[in-house]
């Protein structure tokens, strides 16, 4: 199934896709569907329908309780930085409050002239899990998403902890759907990913190279912490990053990026001026 969160006039819809429409689920987002412990029944409902066709994406879940991020999770992109292979992942945190929808602009900060975009697999929660074994992990899996983890580089760097240059407001795209395992060849995908600035490709790599999958990351974070349903893991970018490249390159008012994963989707974002 490929579900998705959509804006309407009366607020915000769980939705399922079917053909060229979209059917409500009776859920305001995809954060209550999979609070319930059926969700998988639930979304297969009937209900009213939406078109496809000019639909307004919200954040697949509008209202996570927790986004956590894996930075160093691509072999090209560790080289490229020029850092050595971890042996555990580099976690970091975002909030609700950074999420976009996969068609909504990106407005870029004033504070920063160093905005860099990330494409990212990402891992939507859909079952309470506490220290999970292999098995708990990959059932807790409700689907995949793309993600966008836009970055201010200046700000991300101003300190050897990255937080503060990744949690500006309103600036990370995801969506437009979660996508259930069965879709993209379970829970541990081999997928495409691509970044695409005005035309030109700037990340592509394949999933399948990811050096801590989806299973184990939700493992090794649920032993620190519950994951509730609805929390999304970022599972990392390949190489093909701005601040990457000499010389550097960032996002400026006027740009579009595509950010895209084979079987997800794509987010089609416009830079705009604060």
Same mark, same amino acid.
């Not at 760097?157 to 990255?162: G, L, N, S």
């Not at 032993?223 to 550097?248: F, H, Q, W, Y």
């Given at each position: 199934?490929?579900?998705?969160? +959509?804006?309407?006039?009366?607020? @915000?819809? =769980?939705?399922?896709?079917?053909? /060229?429409?979209? *059917?409500?689920? &009776?859920?305001?987002?995809?954060?209550?569907?999979?609070?319930?412990?059926?969700?998988?029944?639930?979304?297969?409902?009937?209900?009213?329908?939406?078109?496809?066709?000019?639909?307004?994406?919200?954040?697949?879940?509008?209202?996570?309780?927790?986004?956590?991020?894996?930075?160093?999770?691509?072999?090209?992109?560790?080289?490229?930085?020029?850092?050595?292979?971890?042996?555990?992942?580099?976690?970091?945190?975002?909030?609700?409050?950074?999420?976009?929808?996969?068609?909504?602009? +990106?407005?870029?900060?004033?504070? @920063?002239? =160093?905005?860099?975009?990330?494409? /990212?697999?990402? *891992?939507?929660? &859909?079952?309470?899990?506490?220290?999970?074994?292999?098995?708990?992990?990959?059932?807790?899996?409700?689907?995949?998403?793309?993600?966008?983890?836009?970055?201010?580089?200046?700000?991300?760097?101003?300190?050897?902890?990255?937080?503060?240059?990744?949690?500006?407001?309103?600036?990370?795209?995801?969506?437009?759907?979660?996508?259930?395992?069965?879709?993209?060849?379970?829970?541990?995908?081999?997928?495409?990913?691509?970044?695409?600035?005005?035309?030109?490709?700037?990340?592509?790599?394949?999933?399948?190279?990811?050096?801590?999958?989806?299973?184990?990351?939700?493992?090794?974070?649920?032993?620190?912490?519950?994951?509730?349903?609805?929390?999304?893991?970022?599972?990392?970018?390949?190489?093909?990053?701005?601040?990457?490249?000499?010389?550097?390159?960032?996002?400026?008012?006027?740009?579009?990026?595509?950010?895209?994963?084979?079987?997800?989707?794509?987010?089609?974002?416009?830079?705009?001026?604060?």
């Amino acid at each position: 199934m490929k579900l998705a969160t +959509i804006r309407t006039a009366d607020g @915000t819809r =769980a939705v399922r896709l079917d053909g /060229e429409v979209l *059917v409500d689920l &009776g859920y305001a987002d995809l954060g209550e569907l999979f609070a319930e412990a059926d969700w998988r029944e639930r979304a297969a409902a009937s209900g009213a329908t939406y078109p496809v066709a000019g639909a307004d994406f919200a954040p697949v879940v509008p209202h996570p309780s927790k986004v956590v991020c894996v930075g160093h999770n691509y072999t090209n992109h560790i080289k490229e930085m020029g850092r050595d292979l971890p042996q555990f992942p580099t976690l970091f945190p975002k909030f609700a409050e950074t999420l976009l929808g996969a068609g909504d602009d +990106i407005v870029k900060p004033a504070e @920063t002239d =160093a905005l860099d975009w990330e494409v /990212e697999l990402a *891992v939507v929660i &859909g079952k309470r899990v506490r220290r999970a074994d292999e098995r708990q992990a990959a059932d807790a899996i409700a689907g995949f998403t793309v993600m966008n983890d836009i970055s201010a580089r200046d700000w991300q760097f101003r300190t050897i902890e990255w937080t503060q240059g990744k949690i500006w407001e309103a600036t990370t795209p995801v969506g437009p759907y979660v996508v259930t395992p069965d879709e993209v060849g379970g829970v541990r995908p081999a997928l495409q990913v691509r970044t695409v600035v005005d035309g030109e490709v700037r990340q592509q790599d394949d999933t399948g190279t990811l050096l801590f999958d989806p299973v184990f990351l939700v493992r090794y974070i649920s032993t620190v912490i519950t994951l509730r349903p609805g929390d999304i893991i970022a599972t990392g970018t390949p190489a093909g990053v701005g601040n990457a490249r000499e010389p550097k390159v960032f996002l400026h008012p006027g740009d579009t990026v595509v950010t895209e994963i084979s079987g997800l989707g794509a987010c089609v974002n416009k830079v705009v001026e604060a």
